[in-house]
């Protein structure tokens, strides 16, 4: 048996979803598209039935691509859970006649109950129910609160299958419920609701963010600096290294064994930046330099997600985004890119047209570098100093700007208008974060640490096979002569296309200069997008654009890469 | 510049404070279905809680929802205001 929980966005559905199913639960893509969503198993006596987390919609009328994914999957399923927020009952209730007309039995949850209650919403649930005709169970589900009921009640779900001929017709019907049910009392204003009217107000709202962006920026430095200083780089020199060396010497030192699984050796010592081995290097750069990025980083994402602040952000920056040929709703795929661009350009769904599309990914590939680059550059270039990092910081972010402003005018259309719910500010669900953190952490683990252990080793082969020199040798106009860098580098941009953590760590035995360093990492985060995103860049835009993306992103590289070679 | 009980205007030029029905929605299919899924819909009592500088989105409050609309979309929205006007600081 199949589940669906199906609900409009911000309505506590990933809360309720983590109650209903405990541990396991897996995320996936919908078939032939990127939109994810989550599965999960809730048993019943004997019985293990399959809980699917729909992607939120406003309407059974998809209005976009994410929405027309929730319409696909409501075909495939048995049962559906219609999650409500009972502080917005009108416009739920449209979603839950919607859901009637269909051929499949729906049970209603009454959810964020508690805060209905707060706000002096009083619902006749059992008039509710008979209006329905389909069980309607109030539920919390941060706290778990009424999810035993609702699961008890799973088996009464109905089927109503009433029909409505016009949209007006059914909020006629919406409406005629609502004040039947529905009572409202005096509330008093809460605390959320001074500090939503403060960033609502154009000044309050700017300082909201600047405080926010900035305490998040600290706090995700200071977790992953403090995983770093504390747990990984300990584990690695006090366990592994040991180990590496009594390996180091039955291979007697050297050899091709040797250089393949442990690398150079510098001053006899295993150097965990520059050897290079694939149980060295390969190992240290997905789970001592980059794995506690990705978690600190995700972990502060998925507490402004959940928060609800990340709406309001793309309000602030609506009209500059504008001029970049998108709106501001664009910021949070954006803001994903800093996690890993693959996600983000599949998120870049959730914006309007071809064409907003088209910018935002191509400007995500250009001026977003990845959690697992940021971590390799703040490692590397932060030992230069901090200003060679903010230096590439403000190139990329200045490229972003540019380029967009330059995409907005040549290519031809308008950018589409942001229409967003704002939701309400709510207390984090730990739960939900927690589960959502281990979802993106393992995805990276399980992604990504193979193709760093295999970038690792074609490194080491190609280099033992001498192919590099040639490569090295026919490229070196462009490296040395526009770039500035010694000609070896261009090894590290070829191996950025396969992971861009590695390629920055490939810089370090190089010995560049603070500038060559600034110049080298900048052109690898702007100069083309590692395969996966290359994939998933083909596969959301189509090739021809897919090229498109990449030629400006080459074009871009060149000339702020020659421009930071001349300044610097 | 404040606005009269009945006056018809559209969302942007409403007072920042102040109530109103929407009347009408000056667009296309596409635009009035994506407000309709939204619950913004001919009828609809809304009340404007913010505006953002430079043309930006301006933000209603239809029931207990905050939604934020661009403001050229925002300007194809006619409302009738309601009476007296707490605070205007129409723009």
Not at chain 1, 61 to 67: D, G
Not at chain 1, 299 to 325: C, I, K, S, W
Not at chain 1, 421 to 436: A, F, N, Q, S
Not at chain 1, 510 to 522: D, I, K, Y
Request: proline fraction near 5%.
């Amino acid at each position: 048996m199949r589940i669906l929980l199906m609900g409009n966005p911000n309505v506590g559905k990933s809360a309720l979803f983590s109650r209903l199913t405990g541990t396991h639960i897996i995320a996936s893509n919908y078939p032939g598209t990127t939109v994810e969503f989550t599965r999960g198993y809730l048993r019943r006596g004997e019985e293990h039935a399959e809980v699917i987390d729909v992607p939120g919609t406003y309407t059974l009328e998809p209005t976009n691509r994410a929405e027309e994914v929730a319409c696909e999957m409501l075909k495939e399923g048995d049962l559906v859970i219609d999650v409500v927020d009972a502080t917005n009952l009108e416009r739920n209730l449209n979603l839950t006649l919607q859901l009637l007309e269909r051929k499949v039995p729906v049970i209603v949850a009454l959810n964020i109950w508690d805060d209905a209650r707060h706000r002096g919403i009083d619902i006749d649930v059992v008039r509710l129910e008979k209006l329905l005709g389909v069980p309607v169970v109030p539920t919390v589900g941060v706290t778990g609160q009424g999810v035993k009921e609702l699961v008890r009640r799973l088996p009464e779900a109905a089927m109503h299958q009433e029909s409505y001929a016009t949209s007006d017709e059914r909020w006629a019907r919406v409406g005629d419920i609502v004040s039947q049910v529905q009572s409202l009392s005096h509330r008093h204003h809460t605390w959320y609701e001074v500090l939503e009217d403060i960033s609502n107000h154009p000044l309050g709202g700017v300082f909201i963010a600047v405080v926010v962006l900035l305490a998040t920026f600290f706090a995700i430095r200071f977790i992953a600096e403090s995983l770093i200083g504390y747990v990984a780089a300990p584990l690695f020199e006090w366990l592994w290294t040991p180990l590496l060396m009594k390996l180091s010497l039955a291979l007697g030192q050297g050899g091709f064994w040797h250089s393949i699984l442990i690398g150079n050796l510098v001053d006899g010592k295993i150097d965990y930046l520059r050897s290079f081995g694939l149980l060295s290097t390969g190992l240290y750069i997905p789970f001592a330099a980059v794995l506690p990025y990705i978690i600190a980083f995700y972990l502060a994402l998925g507490v402004l997600e959940d928060v609800g602040y990340l709406p309001r952000l793309a309000v602030l920056l609506d009209t500059f985004m504008h001029r970049l040929g998108l709106h501001g709703y664009a910021i949070i795929p954006t803001i994903l890119g800093f996690g890993c661009n693959v996600p983000a350009i599949m998120a870049t769904r959730i914006l309007e047209g071809r064409r907003q599309r088209f910018i935002a990914a191509t400007l995500i590939s250009i001026g977003v570098p990845c959690a697992a680059m940021q971590a390799m550059i703040i490692g590397l270039v932060g030992q230069q100093g901090g200003q060679y990092v903010a230096l590439v910081y403000g190139s990329l972010f200045l490229s972003w700007v540019v380029v967009g402003l330059i995409l907005n005018r040549a290519i031809k259309g308008f950018s589409p208008e942001l229409l967003v719910e704002v939701p309400p500010y709510r207390l984090p669900p730990w739960r939900v974060i927690g589960e959502k953190l281990w979802l993106r952490v393992s995805g990276f683990i399980r992604e990504a640490l193979p193709i760093v252990l295999g970038a690792v080793l074609v490194v080491n082969v190609l280099y033992t096979l001498g192919a590099f020199d040639f490569v090295a040798r026919v490229t070196a106009p462009v490296v040395s002569g526009l770039l500035g860098l010694p000609k070896e580098a261009v090894i590290a941009l070829a191996v950025g296309f396969l992971r861009k953590d590695v390629a920055v760590g490939m810089l370090a035995p190089l010995a560049l200069t603070p500038g060559q360093l600034v110049v080298s990492c900048t052109v690898l985060a702007m100069f083309f997008p590692c395969v996966a995103t290359f994939v998933v860049l083909a596969r959301e835009l189509g090739w021809r654009d897919m090229l498109k993306a990449s030629g400006v992103m080459v074009a871009a590289a060149l000339v702020i890469g020659g421009l930071l070679n001349l300044l610097l | 510049m404040a606005m009269r009980q009945g006056e018809r205007v559209t969302l942007v030029q409403m007072g920042l404070g102040q109530s109103g029905t929407v009347v009408e929605v000056l667009g296309g299919k596409g635009l009035v279905r994506r407000l309709d899924a939204l619950g913004i819909r001919p009828g609809k009592k809304v009340t404007k809680i913010s505006a953002t500088f430079f043309r930006g989105p301006v933000t209603l409050r239809v029931d207990s929802a905050q939604i934020a609309i661009g403001f050229g979309m925002a300007g194809r929205i006619m409302v009738e205001v309601d009476k007296e006007l707490p605070r205007s600081q129409g723009r």
